[in-house]
Protein backbone atom coordinates (compact mmCIF):
# COMPACT_ATOMS: atom_id res chain seq x y z
CA UNK A 1 0.00 0.00 0.00
CA UNK A 2 1.40 3.47 -0.53
CA UNK A 3 1.58 5.87 1.82
CA UNK A 4 -0.86 8.17 0.69
CA UNK A 5 -3.44 5.49 1.29
CA UNK A 6 -1.94 4.39 4.51
CA UNK A 7 -2.18 8.01 5.58
CA UNK A 8 -6.17 8.44 4.51
CA UNK A 9 -6.64 4.86 6.31
CA UNK A 10 -5.10 5.74 9.82
CA UNK A 11 -7.00 9.13 9.44
CA UNK A 12 -10.36 7.90 8.77
CA UNK A 13 -9.85 4.88 11.37
CA UNK A 14 -8.75 7.81 13.87
CA UNK A 15 -11.68 10.25 13.13
CA UNK A 16 -14.61 7.27 13.34
CA UNK A 17 -12.84 6.83 16.88
CA UNK A 18 -11.30 9.90 17.91
CA UNK A 19 -12.43 9.89 21.42
CA UNK A 20 -11.44 6.52 22.27
CA UNK A 21 -8.04 7.37 21.11
CA UNK A 22 -7.95 10.64 22.43
CA UNK A 23 -8.27 8.65 26.14
CA UNK A 24 -6.13 6.12 25.22
CA UNK A 25 -3.22 8.46 24.30
CA UNK A 26 -3.61 10.85 27.31
CA UNK A 27 -0.48 9.51 29.16
CA UNK A 28 1.77 10.42 25.88
CA UNK A 29 -0.29 14.29 26.46
CA UNK A 30 0.86 13.92 30.24
CA UNK A 31 4.35 13.35 29.57
CA UNK A 32 4.80 15.64 26.27
CA UNK A 33 3.53 19.00 28.64
CA UNK A 34 5.94 17.84 31.43
CA UNK A 35 9.18 17.34 29.44
CA UNK A 36 8.15 20.98 27.66
CA UNK A 37 7.13 22.68 30.58
CA UNK A 38 10.46 21.69 31.78
CA UNK A 39 12.08 22.64 29.14
CA UNK A 40 10.04 25.77 29.09
CA UNK A 41 11.48 26.48 32.68
CA UNK A 42 14.97 25.95 31.59
CA UNK A 43 14.90 28.55 28.73
CA UNK A 44 12.97 30.95 30.51
CA UNK A 45 15.58 31.14 33.07
CA UNK A 46 18.35 31.52 31.22
CA UNK A 47 16.91 34.32 29.07
CA UNK A 48 15.59 36.04 32.59
CA UNK A 49 19.31 35.69 33.85
CA UNK A 50 20.72 37.10 30.71
CA UNK A 51 18.40 39.96 30.92
CA UNK A 52 19.18 40.58 34.47
CA UNK A 53 22.92 40.92 33.63
CA UNK A 54 22.00 43.56 30.68
CA UNK A 55 20.79 45.12 33.39
CA UNK A 56 23.33 45.14 35.77
CA UNK A 57 21.09 43.38 38.37
CA UNK A 58 22.94 39.69 37.91
CA UNK A 59 24.59 37.91 41.24
CA UNK A 60 26.02 34.57 42.02
CA UNK A 61 22.98 34.13 44.48
CA UNK A 62 20.62 34.71 41.74
CA UNK A 63 21.95 32.88 39.20
CA UNK A 64 21.94 29.66 41.70
CA UNK A 65 18.78 30.18 42.24
CA UNK A 66 17.74 30.01 38.35
CA UNK A 67 19.63 27.77 37.68
CA UNK A 68 19.53 25.09 40.16
CA UNK A 69 19.42 21.52 39.17
CA UNK A 70 15.37 21.83 39.29
CA UNK A 71 14.82 24.40 36.97
CA UNK A 72 18.28 23.32 34.50
CA UNK A 73 17.45 20.28 34.02
CA UNK A 74 15.83 19.95 30.15
CA UNK A 75 15.34 16.07 30.01
CA UNK A 76 13.29 13.76 32.29
CA UNK A 77 14.97 11.19 34.48
CA UNK A 78 16.20 8.09 32.77
CA UNK A 79 13.51 6.03 34.52
CA UNK A 80 10.52 8.23 33.36
CA UNK A 81 11.82 8.10 29.66
CA UNK A 82 11.58 4.47 30.19
CA UNK A 83 8.03 4.51 31.32
CA UNK A 84 7.39 7.06 28.53
CA UNK A 85 8.73 4.76 26.11
CA UNK A 86 6.52 1.72 27.32
CA UNK A 87 3.56 3.51 27.03
CA UNK A 88 4.24 5.03 23.26
CA UNK A 89 4.64 0.87 22.72
CA UNK A 90 1.13 -0.20 24.60
CA UNK A 91 -0.76 2.35 22.68
CA UNK A 92 1.09 1.21 19.40
CA UNK A 93 -0.34 -2.24 19.93
CA UNK A 94 -3.54 -0.60 20.68
CA UNK A 95 -4.01 0.83 17.11
CA UNK A 96 -2.97 -2.32 15.70
CA UNK A 97 -5.77 -4.36 17.33
CA UNK A 98 -8.13 -1.25 15.95
CA UNK A 99 -6.90 -2.35 12.42
CA UNK A 100 -7.48 -5.67 13.24
CA UNK A 101 -11.02 -5.95 14.58
CA UNK A 102 -9.71 -6.55 18.20
CA UNK A 103 -10.75 -3.64 20.00
CA UNK A 104 -14.23 -2.94 21.74
CA UNK A 105 -13.05 0.84 21.90
CA UNK A 106 -14.32 1.11 25.15
CA UNK A 107 -11.94 2.67 28.45
CA UNK A 108 -8.75 4.09 25.77
CA UNK A 109 -7.23 5.30 29.23
CA UNK A 110 -7.35 1.84 30.73
CA UNK A 111 -6.05 0.00 27.55
CA UNK A 112 -2.67 2.51 27.45
CA UNK A 113 -1.22 0.62 30.20
CA UNK A 114 -1.78 -2.60 28.28
CA UNK A 115 2.00 -3.35 28.17
CA UNK A 116 2.35 -2.70 32.37
CA UNK A 117 -0.16 -5.59 32.63
CA UNK A 118 1.45 -8.28 30.10
CA UNK A 119 5.05 -9.71 31.43
CA UNK A 120 6.19 -10.70 28.42
CA UNK A 121 5.50 -7.66 26.53
CA UNK A 122 7.05 -5.79 29.76
CA UNK A 123 10.29 -7.61 29.05
CA UNK A 124 10.00 -7.50 25.32
CA UNK A 125 9.43 -3.89 24.99
CA UNK A 126 12.55 -3.52 27.03
CA UNK A 127 15.09 -5.59 25.71
CA UNK A 128 13.97 -5.06 22.20
CA UNK A 129 14.57 -1.29 22.62
CA UNK A 130 17.78 -2.07 24.35
CA UNK A 131 19.56 -3.98 21.48
CA UNK A 132 17.99 -1.58 18.79
CA UNK A 133 19.88 0.98 20.22
CA UNK A 134 23.10 -0.64 21.16
CA UNK A 135 23.11 -2.03 17.49
CA UNK A 136 22.00 1.36 15.78
CA UNK A 137 24.70 2.85 17.64
CA UNK A 138 27.26 0.85 16.53
CA UNK A 139 26.35 1.38 12.77
CA UNK A 140 25.93 5.02 13.95
CA UNK A 141 29.88 5.00 15.01
CA UNK A 142 30.69 4.23 11.70
CA UNK A 143 28.95 6.37 9.38
CA UNK A 144 25.76 8.39 10.06
CA UNK A 145 23.52 7.48 7.28
CA UNK A 146 24.42 3.40 8.05
CA UNK A 147 23.29 4.33 11.45
CA UNK A 148 20.04 6.07 10.16
CA UNK A 149 19.06 3.31 7.93
CA UNK A 150 19.89 0.41 10.12
CA UNK A 151 17.73 1.94 12.60
CA UNK A 152 14.76 2.02 10.26
CA UNK A 153 15.70 -1.82 9.33
CA UNK A 154 14.47 -2.53 12.78
CA UNK A 155 11.84 -0.15 13.22
CA UNK A 156 9.16 -3.31 13.28
CA UNK A 157 10.86 -5.51 15.73
CA UNK A 158 8.85 -5.10 18.85
CA UNK A 159 5.66 -5.19 16.76
CA UNK A 160 7.00 -8.72 15.31
CA UNK A 161 8.05 -9.62 18.91
CA UNK A 162 4.33 -8.89 20.06
CA UNK A 163 2.57 -11.09 17.36
CA UNK A 164 4.51 -14.02 17.62
CA UNK A 165 4.00 -13.48 22.05
CA UNK A 166 0.16 -13.65 20.94
CA UNK A 167 1.10 -16.66 18.74
CA UNK A 168 2.26 -18.67 21.73
CA UNK A 169 5.13 -19.01 19.84
CA UNK A 170 7.36 -16.42 21.23
CA UNK A 171 10.63 -15.78 19.97
CA UNK A 172 14.15 -14.55 21.08
CA UNK A 173 14.67 -10.40 21.15
CA UNK A 174 17.41 -10.97 18.72
CA UNK A 175 15.58 -12.64 16.50
CA UNK A 176 12.52 -9.80 16.46
CA UNK A 177 15.23 -7.49 15.36
CA UNK A 178 16.59 -9.68 12.35
CA UNK A 179 12.42 -10.47 11.04
CA UNK A 180 12.28 -6.51 11.14
CA UNK A 181 15.37 -6.01 9.08
CA UNK A 182 13.93 -9.04 7.00
CA UNK A 183 10.41 -7.53 6.60
CA UNK A 184 12.18 -4.09 5.96
CA UNK A 185 13.64 -5.07 2.95
CA UNK A 186 12.79 -3.20 -0.36
CA UNK A 187 10.60 -0.65 2.25
CA UNK A 188 13.03 1.47 4.32
CA UNK A 189 12.47 4.20 1.51
CA UNK A 190 9.41 4.36 1.81
CA UNK A 191 9.19 4.23 5.67
CA UNK A 192 11.73 7.30 5.25
CA UNK A 193 9.24 9.10 3.19
CA UNK A 194 6.23 8.50 5.43
CA UNK A 195 8.20 10.00 8.34
CA UNK A 196 9.53 13.34 6.21
CA UNK A 197 5.76 13.65 5.33
CA UNK A 198 5.04 14.23 8.78
CA UNK A 199 7.53 17.16 9.04
CA UNK A 200 4.58 19.72 8.18
CA UNK A 201 2.48 18.61 11.36
CA UNK A 202 5.22 18.72 13.52
CA UNK A 203 5.85 22.20 12.33
CA UNK A 204 2.58 22.97 13.26
CA UNK A 205 2.74 21.58 16.56
CA UNK A 206 5.40 24.33 17.36
CA UNK A 207 3.57 26.62 15.72
CA UNK A 208 0.38 26.02 17.66
CA UNK A 209 2.12 26.05 21.00
CA UNK A 210 1.83 22.27 21.21
CA UNK A 211 -2.09 22.32 21.05
CA UNK A 212 -2.18 20.36 17.52
CA UNK A 213 -0.62 16.92 19.36
CA UNK A 214 -3.88 16.16 20.45
CA UNK A 215 -4.83 15.10 16.79
CA UNK A 216 -0.74 15.29 15.64
CA UNK A 217 0.69 12.44 17.39
CA UNK A 218 -2.44 9.54 17.34
CA UNK A 219 -2.25 10.26 13.52
CA UNK A 220 1.45 9.99 13.58
CA UNK A 221 1.19 6.74 15.57
CA UNK A 222 -1.82 5.35 13.67
CA UNK A 223 0.08 5.51 10.57
CA UNK A 224 2.87 4.27 11.75
CA UNK A 225 0.51 0.94 12.80
CA UNK A 226 -0.71 1.00 10.25
CA UNK A 227 2.31 0.88 7.57
CA UNK A 228 3.20 -2.19 10.03
CA UNK A 229 -0.23 -3.87 9.65
CA UNK A 230 -0.40 -3.72 5.98
CA UNK A 231 3.82 -4.76 6.20
CA UNK A 232 2.57 -7.68 7.92
CA UNK A 233 -0.11 -9.40 6.00
Not at 16 to 44: A, C, E, M, R, V
Not at 218 to 226: A, G, I, N, Q
Request: hydrophobic share 45%.
Amino acid sequence: MINLKIKTAAKKQLTDHFGFFFTLFIPYFIFFYIQNGISFLGLGADYLYKLLEIMGKSSPQLENVLFSSDLKSEALPLIVLIVYYLFVVGISFVCIDSYRKKLDYKNGFKKSFLVFTNGQYFLGSISVYILQCIWTLLWTVCLIIPGIVKSIAYSQAIYIYRDYVDRGTPIRYRDAITKSRQLMMGKKWQYFWLQISFIGWWLLVIVSAGLAIFWVEPYYRMTLTKFYNELSK
